[in-house]
């Protein structure tokens, strides 16, 4: 499967964000996805990539981001990544990093910050390949805010 260029996402790519996703075992709702894709779209301190085959049919997407923490300063963060299981082992997830790491270049960014889940073994060694190096495990925590989740 050859990819086509990789480009910016559309609102109208949100069926298609969502079946991949389904790739990492989520279960992503393609509405909620339009819904941040409108959000992300006029941020221009994140960004969303897509790549589709030559077929039309979508083979992988990446999120980044230009995050600012408190004494660290700026860096990118890969919030997302997801390759069709088909479209491994081409080179298409090398080529999505580095389409968000030419993006944080452009923004003046020195490092880029992915944080990659501890069951999903096969991502280690492919971020490890592109040079990328483990720099602490952690546990993450999550609450539920009563009243939130409307933006």
């Not at 260029?5 to 991949?20: F, G, Q, T």
């Not at 819904?35 to 030559?54: I, Q, T």
């Not at 991502?123 to 490890?128: G, I, L, N, Q, R």
Request: net charge positive; aromatic share 6%.
């Amino acid at each position: 499967m050859s990819p086509a260029d990789i480009r910016p996402a559309r609102p109208e790519d949100a069926l298609a964000i969502a079946r991949l996703s389904g790739v990492l075992g989520r279960n992503d709702d393609d509405a909620k996805i339009r819904e941040s894709l409108e959000r992300l779209r006029v941020r221009d301190y994140e960004v969303v990539l897509v790549s589709e085959a030559a077929s039309g049919e979508f083979v992988g997407w990446v999120h980044g981001a230009d995050r600012e923490a408190l004494g660290v300063g700026r860096r990118c963060e890969i919030l997302g990544l997801v390759v069709d299981r088909a479209a491994r082992g081409g080179g298409l997830g090398r080529r999505l990093v580095a389409a968000v790491e030419d993006w944080g270049r452009g923004r003046g960014l020195d490092e880029v910050l992915v944080r990659s889940n501890t069951l999903r073994q096969e991502s280690h060694p492919f971020y490890e390949k592109l040079g990328y190096e483990r720099s602490k495990t952690q546990h993450v925590y999550r609450k539920q805010l009563p009243g939130g989740g409307a933006i």
